[in-house]
């Protein structure tokens, strides 16, 4: 391979998710962590933001639906990670999450960032 550096201001625009159950996804994402609901495509897909962007998480059963979790020691997506605009905004989330006792996987301070990690209803890390 030749020493090729992507440039230092690339960013990742959007995260599509296979998801087993589209229902289910969305009460998670929107009715959970307050993503809002942009568009649904057919009745297999939806598309999801924070701020009115067009999209930030795409979710779709066309190749998963009513499957079980991949397993956790194969391929794939490890964890999504959503940046929160301030601490407030995570202590609000983490409160949120406590209130609906919606389980947490793990929490680290970073140093330069804090951090929840949770699974969404498919064992997607978040």
């Keep these: 391979m030749d020493s090729y550096k992507i440039p230092s201001g690339t960013s990742i625009g959007h995260v599509h998710l296979k998801v087993s159950d589209l229902e289910r996804s969305i009460d998670f994402y929107c009715g959970l962590l307050g993503f809002e609901l942009m568009m649904r495509y057919g009745k297999d897909a939806a598309f999801i933001s924070a701020g009115g962007y067009h999209h930030h998480i795409g979710l779709n059963t066309w190749q998963s639906k009513n499957?079980?979790?991949?397993?956790?020691?194969?391929?794939g997506l490890f964890h999504t990670a959503i940046l929160l605009p301030t601490r407030k905004d995570l202590a609000f989330l983490f409160k949120r999450l406590a209130d609906h006792s919606y389980p947490l996987t793990g929490a680290a301070d970073h140093g330069v960032s804090e951090a929840l990690y949770l699974d969404d209803p498919d064992e997607n890390g978040v």
């Design 67 to 75: 499957s079980p979790p991949a397993p956790r020691n194969s391929p």
